[in-house]
């Protein structure tokens, strides 16, 4: 028998707080269950709480921890400690807060988030309930990401964000780690305000450079909030902005180019010379690396970040709200990049080495004589740019219909910033290098270089411009999307959510490049280039994070990139194109996806003693998939020499494939309430995450070499399955004071379709084989026998010489013997040629599991507090170091764990926050090399500091990264450094102003 019953206060509390400063949407999912069971004396109490305000840490962590009380199904969230304040200063470092959150950093800053360790192609970001689009760049390539890039979002504006880790039949489609729900500010939720910020920002980062690199040692960062309502409440007009200019820096050092594994791709200590001179040699069956190069860079960036919200809302009636919203931010990133590196040749003169059987160089020699120096200079370009303009209306049609109307059109694009490009490389060197050696024993790789015989330092006449790269890779995505929402409460209080939406996401992903290989020089060399372009450094200053910067060679020129790229121009005669930006792209790839859902959910309360809530939905989510490709278009085929064909190319053109697939996904929330106190989960749904760009591209392309049996090629499928995660959860809560409490929660993802790739073999019936051809024919029918060793020599001679001059032969000389050489090229009426085209697939299917601790507790009225949570991480797909084929892994899992103690009484509030990530894989491939990159374990401790003056005055001190944290990646040793990272602390001094 189902009864109503009043629901505690707390919840009320939870539920005004969600209302006032949550999307209503979302909002109402959160409070779902209280809805249902308050009694018309708990309606009246809530009420009393609308003017609630959350204040303070104290008061975040309080709202934080009813939203995860009251949540259907497993929920954690932030809560901003007052308008304008949100805990940090970075969005992902906020949520890095969150059990089961982990973020990426990008240049010393969060960027992007894994949830339960499903990477941040698998999360799906919300902007007050709506799907929003993503964009990124790569620096060589097209980007194949659909991870949102946190970094473009400044939090000032931010009220709330939730985070959903188990899937319902409400939330759209997309995120199998999480949906993340970014909540902002609503004019007649938040009533009458107005606040303005100002920070003073000290990077220490930005002075650890050169001083024709350093920025400016302040800068600002200004934010404002203004929200008023007219016309007794009925309408309201919000506007929010924030504008921050930062200057900073981070070095890095490493085998940036990537590692050799041998045997697969190198093996010199097979000859007589690197196997005599190798200490500890890896044995017979060892697997072992060596380094393309040793690289160490110098960063100097300049970040603007702008961002601004417009909302106008208008209350028709008691019953009718809607909402008017657009949503902008760009993030412009300019940044100035000096190297130095050697280059290696697998010449391996002496080394020696870790134990196997995955073995790595403890030191590694290579003899040298005069070889380049190399010096690149770089200048990066790019903005990030995000709009997004909503509409919604809400109608309570009658005290048990509400219905809900969201309409959204938004897009997301990266670019180049620049007339050169979004990427720009001039390489320089001087041609005087040694005998050079690495030792990788240290976190930081020590390079050492022989100079000539009389020479103590590298000379700036011997400088010269060599080889030179400018890029240019865009993105852009969009999302239009229309959802209709309604709720109908029966009599009893059950509930049944219903919705329909139509999703359409468009995106495009593009690169194209400008390349001279002139690595030896070109032109006069180092004569053509005056001495004074070339400023001496030494790149052991700029490495102090590390203990054994000092001892490694460091001397290196830094260069104004502008004046060395006019005098390359002039050394070439005044051709400026190897210098500019490529016009147009060679790689286009579009894809349209379009999606239809429908959704219900049923919603219960049984009981009444220990309520048990019950709800269980069910999606169907249909999705069309259109994709082109700008590829090169095959035209021909030639029979260029015996075991040799070459593919014949016309104009690049689009090709179009298509697919579909469609799914039904239930969900199921169980939460029992033990007692008033204790609350125990049960969760069972399932998800989808769809493919990259890449594996869904609709060109295939054609290889430009091919054999006698036939050619190779590859291609998307845009039929791809997309990730399907059965997803179950157990949560254990105690809720046993004011905001505070210890949960337990473990989790299991059953994930199928993992994709891995497969060759499959087709017929093109646009380019005919000479093999098997008339004159094929005609040359075994006169003698040429399939079973002689000379076979195909002889069929080439015979059509030689009996059709020299016909369709398709072209005889073009004699070689050493006599005999005509030349081409043959596939007729019609020849056989199709045979391709082994290499495609994506949904191959594998495994699981990750794993649990999530959590203690929050505050120390009565002492104003002190402490929250704490572990998450442990568990998978099967792992990386094998020692098999050197491709694989496909589960990118991004490890544990991680964060400690938060604070102080909030009186005008104080002091926050130190301790963050920390277990060793990871972040990426199954270093530069064109299938190899693991690691990400080694890391921590970070930042402080918060604020004092209230007034009511209308508060000052603040931050502190980021106040240790000096390194971070380092490596490959399948330890030992194999990729990149060691250093950026430094920053500093922040500011006051924030209500009016």
Request: include cysteine; aromatic fraction near 12%; hydrophobic fraction near 35%.
């Amino acid at each position: 028998m189902k009864h109503r019953h009043a629901a505690p206060r707390k919840r009320l509390l939870a539920t005004a707080l969600l209302f006032a400063l949550g999307s209503p949407a979302m909002a109402q999912d959160a409070a779902q269950a209280n809805q249902s069971s308050a009694s018309q004396a708990g309606d009246k109490e809530a009420k009393d709480l609308d003017t609630v305000v959350v204040k303070g840490i104290r008061g975040s962590m309080q709202s934080s921890m009813n939203l995860k009380r009251d949540a259907q199904g497993v929920v954690d969230g932030i809560v901003a400690e007052d308008i304008g304040k949100f805990p940090d200063t970075n969005l992902a470092e906020s949520l890095q807060r969150i059990t089961g959150v982990s973020i990426d950093r990008s240049m010393g800053e969060g960027s992007k988030v894994t949830v339960r360790g499903v990477g941040p192609d698998f999360n799906l970001v919300l902007l007050n309930g709506r799907q929003m689009p993503a964009s990124s760049i790569e620096a060589t390539n097209a980007s194949n990401s659909r991870a949102f890039d946190f970094a473009n979002l400044a939090s000032e504006a931010i009220s709330g964000v939730e985070v959903y880790k188990t899937s319902r039949a409400a939330t759209p489609t997309g995120g199998i780690g999480a949906t993340i729900n970014i909540k902002t500010t609503r004019p007649l939720e938040s009533g009458p305000l107005a606040n303005f910020g100002v920070k003073a920002v000290h990077d220490t980062s930005a002075g650890n450079l050169p001083g024709s690199l350093k920025g400016s040692s302040w800068t600002g960062e200004y934010s404002g909030i203004f929200s008023r309502t007219f016309a007794d409440g009925r309408f309201g007009f919000a506007l929010t902005g924030s504008y921050q200019d930062r200057d900073f820096g981070y070095n890095e050092a490493g085998v940036a180019g990537g590692w050799y594994a041998c045997p697969k791709w190198c093996g010199p200590l097979s000859q007589p010379g690197p196997a005599a001179n190798a200490t500890n040699p890896p044995g017979a069956g060892d697997v072992y690396s060596l380094p393309q190069n040793m690289m160490y860079a110098l960063n100097s960036v300049n970040r603007k970040r702008t961002n601004a919200q417009a909302t106008l809302q208008f209350k028709a009636t008691d019953n009718i709200t809607a909402t008017l919203d657009y949503t902008y931010s760009e993030n412009r990133i300019q940044q100035r990049r000096h190297e130095l590196s050697t280059w290696f040749n697998q010449l391996a003169t002496a080394t020696s080495w870790t134990d196997g059987p995955v073995a790595a160089p403890i030191t590694y020699t290579e003899a040298a004589n005069g070889a380049d120096l190399a010096m690149a200079g770089a200048m990066f370009a790019t903005k990030n740019e995000n709009k997004s303009l909503g509409f919604n209306v809400e109608w309570a049609a009658s005290d048990a219909l509400s219905l809900e109307f969201n309409y959204h059109s938004s897009s997301a694009e990266s670019g180049a910033d620049s007339p050169y490009g979004s990427n720009n490389v001039i390489g320089t060197a001087a041609f005087v290098r040694g005998n050079t050696s690495v030792d990788f024993s240290g976190d930081l790789p020590i390079l050492g270089v022989e100079l000539p015989a009389g020479m103590t330092e590298v000379p700036a006449s011997a400088m010269m411009v060599t080889g030179s790269s400018f890029r240019n890779s865009y993105m852009k995505s969009n999302v239009d999307q229309g959802q209709v929402r309604g709720q109908f409460v029966f009599q009893n209080y059950s509930k049944l959510d219903f919705g329909v939406a139509h999703t359409r996401v468009k995106n495009r992903t593009a690169y194209n490049f400008v390349q001279r290989d002139d690595w030896g020089g070109f032109g006069g060399g180092a004569a053509d280039y005056a001495d004074d372009l070339w400023i001496p450094d030494d790149m052991s200053r700029y490495f102090g994070s590390f203990s054994n910067s000092n001892s490694l060679f460091g001397q290196f020129f830094v260069f104004d990139f502008d004046k060395v790229r006019d005098a390359a121009i002039a050394a070439r005669g005044g051709d400026a194109t190897p210098y500019l930006a490529p016009v147009g792209f060679t790689t286009d790839r579009r894809a349209t996806e379009t999606s239809q859902s429908a959704y219900a959910q049923w919603s219960n309360v049984w009981g009444e003693k220990m309520p048990l809530h019950t709800a269980f939905g069910l999606r169907y989510e249909k999705t069309d998939v259109v994709s082109r490709a700008l590829v090169p278009i095959a035209t021909g085929l030639l029979w260029t020499g015996n075991n040799e064909f070459s593919v014949q190319y016309g104009a690049p053109d689009f090709t179009e494939l298509k697919g579909s697939y469609k799914y039904w996904l239930p969900s199921i929330d169980l939460a029992l309430e033990v007692s008033d106190q204790v609350m125990l989960r049960a969760s069972y749904g399932e998800s989808i995450g769809r493919p990259q760009w890449n594996y869904i591209q609709g060109g295939q392309t054609i290889d430009s070499f091919a054999a006698y049996e036939g050619g190779t090629g590859n291609q998307g499928d845009p039929g791809l399955k997309p990730l399907e995660a059965r997803n179950f959860d157990l949560s254990l809560e105690w809720y046993y004071g004011e905001a505070s409490y210890v949960s337990v929660g473990w989790f299991r993802k059953n994930i199928d379709n993992y994709i891995g790739t497969s060759s499959i073999e087709l017929s093109h019936p646009d380019l005919h084989t000479p093999v098997g051809g008339a004159y094929f024919d005609e040359a075994v029918a006169n003698g040429c026998d399939p079973a002689g060793t000379d076979f195909r020599a002889c069929v080439r001679q015979y059509i030689f010489t009996n059709h020299a001059g016909d369709p398709g032969v072209t005889v073009t000389g004699l070689d050493q013997s006599g005999n005509p050489t030349g081409t043959i090229a596939g007729q019609p009426g020849d056989p199709s040629a045979v391709f082994r085209i290499t495609v994506p697939v949904n191959k594998d299917s495994n699981m990750l599991r794993g649990w999530e601790l959590n203690v929050q507790h505050m120390f009565g009225d002492s104003g002190f507090g402490m929250s704490a949570n572990y998450t442990i991480v568990k998978s099967d797909l792992t990386y094998d170091n020692y098999n050197l084929e491709e694989q496909f892994p589960l990118v991004g899992l490890s544990d991680s764990a964060n400690l938060v103690g604070f102080y909030d009484k009186g005008p104080w509030q002091i926050r130190a926050a301790y963050n920390w990530r277990d060793e990871f894989l972040t990426s199954t491939w270093d530069s064109w090399r299938p190899n693991p990159i690691y990400v080694d374990a890391y921590g970070q401790l930042d402080l918060n500091v604020s004092y209230q003056v007034n009511e209308n005055l508060t000052l603040m001190a931050e502190a980021i990264n106040l240790t000096d944290a390194t971070m380092r990646t490596h490959g399948r040793n330890d030992l194999q450094t990729f990149l060691a990272t250093q950026t430094g602390p920053r500093y922040m001094l500011g006051l924030r102003y209500k009016f």
